[in-house]
């Protein structure tokens, strides 16, 4: 009994060491200390040689985590750690039929190795207790932690494949165990876990010996280095110091230039979901084991300053707003890149998946919105799971949650992001009247889970209006790779030229629109304001050149777009607008240029009026687009076509093919694959011609008036000027 905590053990445990002969452990030892790792610099901060604990904190850091252990905001956390800690898991996970080894099936349990390191982290917190009996649990269930991992990376069947992350969570597993416990390990002990973690590691996407790979996109670039690397170089240090350099010397000299290079624009360009939740959170792994290892929050040279070292540019920490902008006030996400909580997410169920990464961030850079939207997001402090540990170790009770209208109700992500966010207020709730959009230019574009959605925009009003398509279940199927990651399935831009036709076949799939996601800088901004109040902007203005995404055909394709916020004047029938023109000028006579808006449901066509709803469950939001111009400067196309292409059968067309999912989707989860989208076109009649579109938006109640409020075209008909008046607003 510990605290009240009753829970069973046995007095002694069993153990017993897999067969392994003395040559293979000194074998795999000495490479781990032999290998060359030269091939970066010396990082620039390195640990202490016999400092323990020092991975994810320090001795200094302890009284702070008893503190979060016996707090009563901890308190649902604290009672699941002990509740693993009582856990009598002994390493050996049960066994595999011969039917589930020929399926390549795992015996992994999370819940068994979670207890291991909660017994670690027992350990490394109470062995000095000034209690006898707590001191003495300490030291079973340290000496419990040391055996049970080594038994664990013995008897564990990893699923058939990399199975990368199973394999990730046992490294980085290890890597606590062994520093945590670090005074409990014999050298045979230090051996083995070192010989099991290359064995384990020998399959993974890492490989053993350990391939960097690339620093941008792909797993090598989430937690397989930074985080349980990073883990393991950091904890083993004292033994084997040029693994840490080598580990430690590809951060600092690959990972964080290319990183820092990025977060200038106060985003991840995977997305908010792949990339804030995702890839952006193990970037911050690494920051915080880097930042703890050096002194965290302590001050041990008493400046009055934090020893922690940041390793990245302290601008990094401004990518949770990325996350919290994108916020919707149905608990969603707006989309972009590939967002997996679709298919993992019951409707009406706030999206939690990046709850521990904002928290995390939270303590780190002490920002009390990032803390109240990882409140919101989970619950309160409801964290469970491998998240019970992230919180109790890092968690600052000192960050107190700030109210989101303090924030501005636009942000600008500025370059290589260039996009915007612009709001009309913060109410939670599929009833809340507020509008969100978000326009993005994309200027540069790096593949993987990004998507190819420059000069793309998004309409959320009671639901969401103007949408993308497409849905994300498994990474490079044919309907995510032709359909859901291309502008097609984007409020984007489509011009077709005569080299790269609309729906012609290349390597056997049709092709999507000529977007040819370079990989370099090829859009630039045109312009970007918001006011004139910048705390609540009446208007968010956005536009770019984004000729740069399509091929040598497209000479200019100027995107300008700006949202208007009416509801700041008290129009609550109309409390939002949006307006896009379009400038383009291609080569080839006869090029196709068309405006293409998405939608959830079927739109109404009415001459040159879209009118868009969303009343599936409560929603109740509706979008009217009215197609003002469509021409040259010195003629308007009369002949311009509005098309719609969706429905069954029809939804993901390129061309003349549906690009189906194949997966089973449960009807519950909040899935916006989309019904299709409109298609408003004009034609090129001679070369080097420019043409113009202009369409104005706006939003309303889908159950409110029937009557379109006309938007008027101003055109002084010679090119120099052109623009609309929408009620009492000239654009």
Avoid at 208 to 235: C, F, K, R
Avoid at 308 to 316: D, H, M, Q, R, S
Avoid at 583 to 609: A, C, D, R, W, Y
Wanted: hydrophobic share 35%; proline share 3%; net charge negative.
């Amino acid at each position: 009994t510990v605290d009240g905590k009753e829970y069973e053990a046995t007095a002694t445990m069993t153990y017993e060491m897999a067969d392994q002969t003395e040559t293979v452990v000194e074998a795999m030892h000495s490479s781990m200390s032999d290998l060359e790792w030269d091939t970066y610099n010396t990082p620039k901060v390195i640990p202490t040689i016999g400092q323990h604990p020092r991975l994810r904190f320090t001795e200094a850091d302890i009284p702070d985590i008893i503190r979060n252990l016996e707090s009563e905001e901890c308190a649902a956390m604290a009672e699941e750690f002990y509740t693993y800690l009582g856990m009598t898991f002994n390493g050996t996970f049960s066994s595999l039929n011969a039917i589930e080894e020929a399926e390549g099936r795992t015996n992994y349990n999370a819940k068994n190795l979670l207890s291991i390191r909660c017994k670690a982290l027992f350990y490394a917190l109470y062995k000095n207790s000034d209690e006898p009996e707590r001191a003495a649990m300490a030291q079973y269930h340290g000496k419990t932690a040391v055996r049970a991992i080594q038994r664990a990376m013995e008897t564990i069947k990893f699923s058939a494949g990399y199975d990368i992350y199973t394999r990730g969570d046992f490294q980085y597993a290890a890597a606590e165990v062994y520093d945590w416990c670090y005074d409990l390990l014999t050298y045979e002990d230090k051996q083995n876990i070192a010989a099991k973690i290359q064995k384990i590691s020998a399959d993974s996407e890492s490989k053993w010996p350990v391939e960097i790979g690339t620093a941008v996109t792909s797993h090598l670039a989430g937690d397989l280095i930074q985080s349980n690397w990073m883990a393991i170089a950091i904890a083993m240090y004292d033994e084997y110091p040029t693994f840490y350099e080598y580990i430690a010397g590809a951060y600092f000299d690959v990972f964080i230039g290319s990183r820092n290079a990025w977060y200038v624009s106060g985003t991840h360009h995977q997305g908010a979901s792949y990339g804030v939740a995702g890839r952006a959170n193990c970037d911050m792994t690494a920051q915080t084991l880097i930042y703890q290892m050096t002194g965290g929050a302590n001050d041990y040279d008493g400046d009055g300053q934090n020893d922690g070292v940041y390793a990245l540019n302290p601008i990094a920490g401004t990518i949770g707003y990325q996350y919290l902008y994108s916020m919707r006030p149905d608990g969603q996400l707006l989309r972009e890149g590939d967002v997996w909580e679709e298919n993992q997410t019951d409707e009406d169920t706030i999206w939690d998946a990046g709850a521990g990464a904002i928290e995390r961030l939270a303590n780190l850079y002490k920002n009390g919105y990032y803390r109240r939207m990882a409140h919101e997001m989970s619950g309160g402090m409801a964290f469970t799971g491998e998240g019970i540990l992230n919180v109790l170790i890092t968690h600052d009770p000192d960050v107190e949650s700030q109210s989101y209208y303090n924030l501005p109700y636009t942000r600008y992500f500025p370059m290589p992001s260039a996009s915007m966010i612009g709001r009309t207020g913060w109410n939670m709730g599929t009833a809340s009247d507020d509008v969100i959009v978000k326009m993005q230019l994309t200027p540069v574009y790096l593949d993987n889970h990004q998507h190819r959605d420059a000069g793309a925009f998004q309409i959320y009003y009671k639901g969401i209006l103007a949408s993308e398509s497409g849905y994300y279940v498994i990474y490079n199927t044919q309907h995510d790779a032709y359909y859901n990651k291309t502008s097609t399935a984007h409020n984007t831009l489509a011009i077709t030229s005569i080299s790269n036709r609309y729906g012609q076949q290349q390597n056997g799939y049709v092709s999507d629109w000529g977007h040819v996601g370079k990989q370099d800088v090829v859009n630039t901004v045109v312009g970007e304001e918001f006011g004139p109040n910048i705390n609540k902007p009446e208007y968010s203005y956005l536009a770019g050149d984004i000729a740069g995404s399509y091929d040598e055909n497209v000479q200019e394709a100027v995107r300008s777009m700006l949202f208007l916020n009416l509801s700041l004047e008290g129009n609550s029938e109309y409390p939002g607008a949006f307006i896009v023109f379009d400038q383009i000028k291609t080569k080839e006579v006869g090029s196709k240029k068309s405006f293409l808006l998405h939608m959830q449901s079927e739109p109404e066509i009415n001459g040159n009026v879209i009118t868009i709803k969303n009343t599936e469950d409560d929603y109740n939001g509706k979008l009217t687009d009215q197609v003002l111009y469509m021409g040259t400067a010195s003629a308007a196309d009369e002949n311009y076509t509005i098309t719609p292409i969706g429905g069954p059968g029809r939804q993901f067309v390129v061309g003349n093919y549906n690009y189906a999912h194949t997966e089973n989707i449960t009807s519950d989860l909040c899935q916006e694959q989309g019904w299709g989208r409109v298609e408003i076109t004009t034609k090129t009649t001679k070369e080097n011609q420019t043409d113009y579109m202009l369409n104005v938006m706006y939003v309303s109640d889908a159950d409110g008036s029937t009557k379109v409020v006309p938007a008027k075209l101003i055109y002084d008909g010679k090119g120099v000027l052109m623009g609309a008046q929408l009620m009492n607003h000239v654009a």
